[in-house]
């Protein structure tokens, strides 16, 4: 009876010593030490935390927090007011305007005393306005002088001034009969065209016009001219006048030539203002 006593304290003894010696030498960690905070620093760190333990955990400290993406847009301007346009100053405008162009040098308005009678003129006729040109005839026989053919224009010595070229003359500058007859003389202006092109045919001041040309001649449009001399203005309500010079151009009836019918080099014209002009090749 009493060795059981001894037994049953010895295998008491035996289970209290047991879980001593486990904790001593094991390797098992119980859920106690888990909890503990010094042993929560030995554990490995998946980048995952509770996030009651967030701000305490070095591993989450140590993750790169990324930056936002900069924006390609341009920054946003403050928006600028518009001005008024009912503010806006309304002067300058005329100083802002080019000037009028210079007069032509080649246009010249009739004299002072000629104006006054302009004034007088009744409503809607055009007053009398003298336009300056030059003899450029010399000048287009030297420019085309190296072109193969060469044909000269002239009046013959029967031609004259018609009635009608009288009476047209004597309105246009104030001249009677008599003075139509002793201030004008004929010449001719028009244009010479050829299966390679046309060229200007001009006498200028003169009676006689020489063109150069290459091809053959297919037409011809020529337009007899009086070239006047005045000792006077001439009259108002006239419209525009030409002057060459001192000479007053006035044009009268046109010229009708056949074509030549081979290569010929001068051309005579007998005019006597009835509008059946004699032309004559050689």
Do not use: W
């Not at 004034?119 to 287009?140: A, C, E, F, R, Y």
Request: with cysteine; aromatic share 4%; glycine share 6%.
């Amino acid at each position: 009876m009493r060795r059981i006593p001894i037994a049953v304290f010895g295998f008491f003894v035996a289970v209290l010593l047991a879980p001593q010696s486990l904790h001593a030498t094991g390797n098992v960690l119980l859920p106690s030490d888990l909890s503990s905070s010094e042993n929560s620093a030995s554990l490995p760190n998946l980048g995952l935390s509770a996030s009651d333990n967030t701000q305490n955990s070095p591993a989450v400290s140590s993750l790169p927090v990324p930056k936002p993406a900069p924006s390609d847009a341009a920054p946003a301007l403050p928006p600028q007011s518009a001005p008024d346009a009912a503010k806006a100053p309304q002067t300058g405008t005329l100083e802002q305007t080019p000037p009028p162009p210079a007069p032509d040098a080649t246009q010249e308005p009739v004299s002072p005393a000629d104006l006054r009678k302009a004034q007088d003129l009744p409503k809607g006729v055009m007053p009398t306005i003298v336009m300056h040109v030059n003899d450029t005839s010399d000048t287009n026989a030297q420019i085309f002088n190296a072109l193969p053919h060469k044909l000269t224009v002239s009046f013959g010595p029967s031609s004259y001034l018609g009635a009608r070229d009288m009476q047209v003359i004597g309105d246009k500058l104030g001249l009677d009969p008599s003075g139509v007859s002793s201030a004008c003389s004929l010449s001719l202006f028009g244009l010479l065209q050829t299966n390679k092109g046309s060229y200007i045919l001009d006498a200028g001041l003169g009676a006689q016009a020489i063109v150069h040309y290459d091809g053959i001649i297919k037409n011809n449009m020529i337009t007899a001219r009086a070239m006047c001399a005045l000792n006077h203005a001439p009259p108002q309500g006239k419209g525009i006048l030409t002057e060459m010079k001192d000479r007053y151009i006035v044009n009268l009836q046109q010229i009708q030539c056949a074509s030549p019918l081979r290569q010929t080099s001068t051309l005579t014209v007998t005019y006597d203002g009835s509008g059946r002009s004699l032309c004559v090749y050689q």
